[in-house]
């Protein structure tokens, strides 16, 4: 994706995109073709680590039992430690806001059953439940700072249910560069992972939160 291109694309979608009193968002969002999502070997679920951090400040909950408790409260928004999930379990609406509050969920490895039992029915459909993929699930023992910082920097591609992926880049505030910088290591990652490249690309397109999309390519 030639960055002279995306600046351009950039620059547009700030033009036309009205003034808010916040520092809106950045999507990119690829339309796929020719690509069969039916076949698991075809889907995407990406977590795709960013040069730059995409803006938004990711919230991070713990649901831990004793042997990291004390780490992720150091370090983590929230830790729900596991003699408290019956309770969670029991309240819908307190699982419900837990689940719209927070990012990502980091899960200790040896009670990852007890997580789904209390968790699996309300993160499962947000796509939310911890992810071994995003270096979500982890052993008993282990540094959670490191995990904390890296998903400041991670965007999720997903695709399986529908040919197109939506996912952030950066905010108003950052540098054009970085931003650029992001959009194409996203797409770089796409283009790696469809299984004939550019030619299952249909359509990308670069949008504000408020803004109309800007098309680049």
Known sequence: MDKTKVLEALKKAKEQSKKRNF????????????????????????FVNLHYPHGKKMKVCALVGSELKEEAEKVCDKTIHEQDFANYAKDK??????????DYFIAQANIMGKV?????????????????????????????????E??????????????????????????DEEVVDNIQTVFKQI???????KNNIKSVYLKTTMGKPVKLM
């Open 116 to 148: 789904a039992g209390a968790f699996g029915r309300t993160l499962g459909p947000r796509k939310k439940m911890p992810n071994p993929k995003a270096g979500c699930v982890v052993p008993p023992k282990t540094s959670l700072q490191p995990i904390c």
């Open 93 to 102: 609406k307190a699982t419900k806001k837990v689940a719209e509050e927070f």
């Open 23 to 46: 520092s809106q968002r950045y999507d990119i969002i690829v339309n796929l073709k020719d690509i069969n999502l039916k076949d698991p070997t075809n889907q995407l679920d990406l």
């Open 191 to 197: 283009l790696s992972h469809v299984p004939n490249e």
């Open 150 to 175: 890296r998903l400041q920097h991670v965007t999720r591609v997903y695709a399986k249910e529908r040919p197109i992926i939506q996912c952030t880049v950066g905010i108003e505030s950052m540098k």
